[in-house]
């Protein structure tokens, strides 16, 4: 990676990271990229053999050790409890945490066993849950950092805090957006507050712009014997204008990787639209940098969770 962004001579080695839903897709470029660069990947996801698969492939790519595979469930809050306390009884220190999994345009309102509706609670609720469990390893790091990956679709989407799991008006795609825009307004309010709180960690966004990635082709089929006409027309439309896992991926690698990145930073694609191009900093909608809906968000999410994060370093 060149220009502002140059990546070519940054050196990983002797840092962890973790990624989520590292087992297709964006997370696998990213988790590819970061190892190549020296950095020791915990990989994620909900398919072991994939998992085993990617970790024999990064390990053989970089000649050495340096990816290993736990599973994970963002939809249900115990699994998050279970792989966080893993990780960090294993790795005391990390480095990186890249929130990246997630679903899409599920069709039909689907609950998880938690209660609460699927695509917020993968997208979303799960990560929350996950940063609060593992800011102690962050913090033990010397600047850490904490990557959410959001979307375009948050530019369109305002946030229903009396109604965050839609329940009154179901809609694929604003599901999608909303739970996208919530991402981006937690990592803004990390940022905040790990200023205030003194925590040392980096709260920084990313979005791929339009990338042909697998989550686009199974979430709005999920339940469905056959795609709806919407959504086969988007693949169509991705097949020629969306870009490659691996371009889409780049932000995602810029916000976890790049020395120059500052706390509350937004890395996507430069190009018409932000759907592909050079990567630099990308457009915050204003309603995204709303304090007070971050913070209730914040509180509503740790009553969700039941995970607090500390009131001090």
Not at 17 to 29: D, F, L, N, Q, R
Not at 241 to 262: M, R, Y
């Given at each position: 990676?060149?220009?502002?962004?140059?990546?070519?001579?940054?050196?990983?080695?002797?840092?962890?990271?973790?990624?989520?839903?590292?087992?297709?897709?964006?997370?696998?470029?990213?988790?590819?990229a970061l190892a190549r660069m020296g950095a020791r990947v915990i990989l994620s996801g909900r398919r072991a053999d994939r998992g085993a698969a990617l970790v024999s492939m990064i390990n053989r790519?970089?000649?050495?050790?340096?990816?290993?595979?736990?599973?994970?469930?963002?939809?249900?809050?115990?699994?998050?409890?279970?792989?966080?306390?893993?990780?960090?009884?294993?790795?005391?220190?990390?480095?990186?945490?890249?929130?990246?999994?997630?679903?899409?345009?599920?069709?039909?309102?689907?609950?998880?066993?938690?209660?609460?509706?699927?695509?917020?609670?993968?997208?979303?609720?799960?990560?929350?849950?996950?940063?609060?469990?593992?800011?102690?390893?962050?913090?033990?790091?010397?600047?850490?950092?904490?990557?959410?990956?959001?979307?375009?679709?948050?530019?369109?989407?305002?946030?229903?805090l009396d109604d965050l799991h839609a329940t009154r008006n179901y809609r694929p795609w604003s599901a999608y957006g909303d739970s996208k825009l919530a991402m981006l307004m937690f990592a803004l309010e990390f940022q905040r507050r790990s200023e205030a709180q003194g925590w040392g960690v980096l709260g920084l966004a990313a979005h791929p712009g339009l990338a042909a990635?697998?989550?686009?082709?199974?979430?709005?089929?999920?339940?469905?014997?056959?795609?709806?006409?919407?959504?086969?027309?988007?693949?169509?439309?991705?097949?020629?204008?969306?870009?490659?896992?691996?371009?889409?991926?780049?932000?995602?690698?810029?916000?976890?990787?790049?020395?120059?990145?500052?706390?509350?930073?937004?890395?996507?694609?430069?190009?018409?639209?932000?759907?592909?191009?050079?990567?630099?900093?990308?457009?915050?909608?204003?309603?995204?940098?709303?304090?007070?809906?971050?913070?209730?968000?914040?509180?509503?999410?740790?009553?969700?969770?039941?995970?607090?994060?500390?009131?001090?370093?």
């Open positions: 990676m060149t220009g502002p962004f140059d990546l070519t001579d940054v050196s990983l080695a002797g840092r962890t990271a973790v990624i989520t839903g590292a087992t297709s897709g964006i997370g696998m470029e990213a988790a590819r790519e970089c000649g050495a050790e340096r990816a290993e595979f736990i599973g994970l469930d963002l939809s249900r809050l115990a699994n998050v409890e279970d792989f966080a306390g893993r990780v960090a009884a294993a790795h005391p220190a990390l480095d990186i945490l890249v929130n990246n999994a997630g679903v899409l345009a599920v069709p039909q309102r689907t609950v998880t066993p938690d209660g609460f509706e699927l695509q917020f609670a993968t997208n979303y609720l799960g990560h929350f849950a996950l940063t609060a469990r593992l800011l102690p390893a962050l913090m033990r790091a010397p600047a850490a950092r904490v990557v959410n990956i959001s979307s375009i679709a948050h530019l369109s989407c305002r946030l229903s990635t697998e989550i686009v082709a199974s979430g709005p089929t999920m339940g469905l014997p056959r795609a709806p006409l919407f959504q086969r027309g988007m693949q169509t439309a991705l097949r020629w204008f969306g870009q490659s896992s691996l371009a889409g991926a780049v932000p995602t690698v810029a916000a976890a990787a790049w020395p120059g990145a500052k706390g509350g930073d937004y890395f996507g694609p430069t190009g018409f639209c932000e759907w592909s191009g050079p990567v630099g900093h990308a457009r915050i909608a204003p309603h995204a940098r709303d304090e007070r809906v971050a913070a209730e968000l914040w509180r509503l999410s740790e009553e969700m969770s039941g995970v607090r994060f500390p009131v001090r370093a």
